[in-house]
């Protein structure tokens, strides 16, 4: 077992990532900007490293800071939590060849995954439903409107290193092709510096239901569950669920199985989202594979009782999942909803940084709260809005709503803008109440309201 991690992350995550360690007799090693060094990660690790300053490309995404600072504490393992280098298979490399162990699955596998038409077509091969799409990578007008006549408009342009929700155009005419893919390919270029795009089929009104995998470094992968996200802005995710309304008994014991050969074939290690889109008819069809721990890993933690943060470090220091899993039926147990609360302004989406002058963190039966705020700290303006994750569970989704409520009513936070009011919103909504969502919830509630989203 790992005598000591650094966590390359802060917020929320890093101090995610402190708790499990904690539970496991690990020590810490923070690491953090100047602009963090009055953050909780830093105050709850054993040690702390500052590695440069606020500007993430000059702290948190730097590798030789990170390593640097990893090689002074003399750490055996780094968690990269998410976002920052968590998706970076050079980082792991470097880590693996520093002798120092990455949290995560191997670098060639991150590679595969993140390019996605790659992950697409790795996917396919090992027999999991795609959306009908490009082969690969498309480079000219001529491909996109043979890919886009065969398939059928409208389509969907996606950065093939896309995430959070970036670089993607809507098509709904072969006119608009030729600007439209130049635009993805420009903006790709800008955001991931890599201008490569694909197209798919664009699903009108889709469900998103994404699947918690887990392997281990013997070969083996379970998978745990699914969640549901369709709750989202500008495709990134608001509130999360699970288990899905949508999914049955049936179609949840058929998907883990097929996703864990799925997996196994690809040599999947360590935690992963495979994530997907219902169409209006309940078929799922393969959109991505976010490799490393998610956002919303909560709620699965709730209905499952299983802590995948303390998994993550489990299998990576070699355990079996067999030795760490339960020995039992991985049915969901309960309800459980997460909602993100960024400091923003709840109808204009503005960023709203600065100190908080005052905070009441809900509690009580069924709830838990992921954050790294406190009164008087400081939400800096130059890394994600996510100030908190709140997560309800209950015996069934009624109850995890009320609780979620009731919560929502009882988190105070003043100082900054926040999204409860929004929340507050969603979970009063009828549609919401009685599970009648998909990716496009939130536009016609903004539009019943006779708001601008
Ligand atoms: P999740 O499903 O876990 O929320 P997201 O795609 O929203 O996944 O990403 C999680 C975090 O990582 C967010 O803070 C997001 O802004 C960030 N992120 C995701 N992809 C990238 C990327 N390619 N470059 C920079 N940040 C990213
Ligand atoms: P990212 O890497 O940015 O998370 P994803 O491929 O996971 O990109 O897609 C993010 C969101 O965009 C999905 O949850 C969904 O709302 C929307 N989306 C992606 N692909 C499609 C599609 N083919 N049709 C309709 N919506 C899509
Ligand atoms: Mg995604």
Avoid at 131 to 149: K, N
Avoid at 268 to 280: C, K, P
Avoid at 347 to 370: M, W, Y
């Amino acid at each position: 077992m790992f005598e000591k991690i650094l966590i390359a992350n802060r917020g929320e995550i890093a101090l995610r990532v402190i708790c499990a360690c904690k539970d496991l007799g690990i020590k810490t090693v923070a690491v953090y900007s100047e602009a963090d060094r009055n953050s909780l990660h830093v105050r709850f690790a054993d040690e702390a490293v500052c590695i440069g300053p606020a500007k993430s490309a000059r702290s948190y995404l730097d590798i030789p800071s990170v390593i640097s600072a990893a090689e002074i504490t003399n750490v055996d393992a780094i968690h990269p939590g998410y976002g920052f280098l968590s998706e970076n298979a050079n980082f792991a490399e470097v880590c693996e060849t520093s002798g120092i162990r990455f949290i995560g699955p191997k670098p060639e596998v991150t590679r595969l995954m993140g390019l996605k038409q790659q992950a697409r077509a790795a996917m396919k091969q090992a027999g999991i439903p795609i959306l009908p799409g490009s082969d690969g990578i498309v480079g000219t007008v001529e491909q996109a409107h043979t890919v886009a006549e065969k398939i059928g408009y409208p389509v969907l342009i996606k950065a093939s290193a896309g995430g959070g929700g970036r670089g993607m155009r809507i098509v709904e005419h072969p006119d608009e092709l030729p600007n439209l893919l130049a635009q993805a390919q420009q903006e790709a270029q800008i955001a991931f510096s890599c201008g490569d795009v694909y197209i798919e089929k664009f699903i009108k009104a889709p469900r998103h239901i994404e699947f918690q995998v887990l392997g281990d470094e013997h070969g083996d992968v379970e998978v745990l569950g699914e969640r549901e996200c369709s709750i989202q802005r500008r495709h990134q995710k608001l509130i999360e669920e699970a288990p899905s309304p949508v999914v049955t008994p049936e179609l949840r014991r058929e998907m883990c199985e097929r996703l864990a050969t799925a997996m196994k074939e690809v040599g999947y290690s360590n935690a992963g989202t495979v994530e997907f889109l219902m169409d209006e008819k309940g078929n799922l069809y393969f959109i991505e594979v976010n490799a490393r721990i998610q956002v919303e890993h909560p709620v699965t933690e709730m209905v499952t009782g299983i802590d995948l943060v303390k998994s993550q470090i489990l299998v990576a220091s070699g355990e079996k999942l067999s030795d760490i899993l339960p020995k039992r039926d991985l049915v969901p147990r309960g309800h459980s909803i997460e909602c993100r609360i960024n400091a923003e302004h709840p109808e204009k989406f503005t960023p709203s940084p600065g100190r908080i002058t005052a905070l009441n963190l809900p509690g009580g039966i069924g709830i838990r709260v992921d954050t790294a705020c406190y009164t008087d700290g400081v939400i800096p303006p130059y890394y994600d809005s996510l100030a908190a994750k709140l997560i309800s569970h209950g015996a069934n989704r009624l109850e995890a709503i009320t609780r979620m409520q009731r919560a929502l009513e009882m988190f105070v936070v003043e100082g900054i803008y926040t999204t409860i009011p929004l929340h507050q919103r969603i979970l009063a909504h009828p549609d919401f109440i009685s599970a009648k969502i998909d990716t496009h919830f939130l536009a016609r509630m903004f539009e019943e309201e006779g708001k601008k989203l």
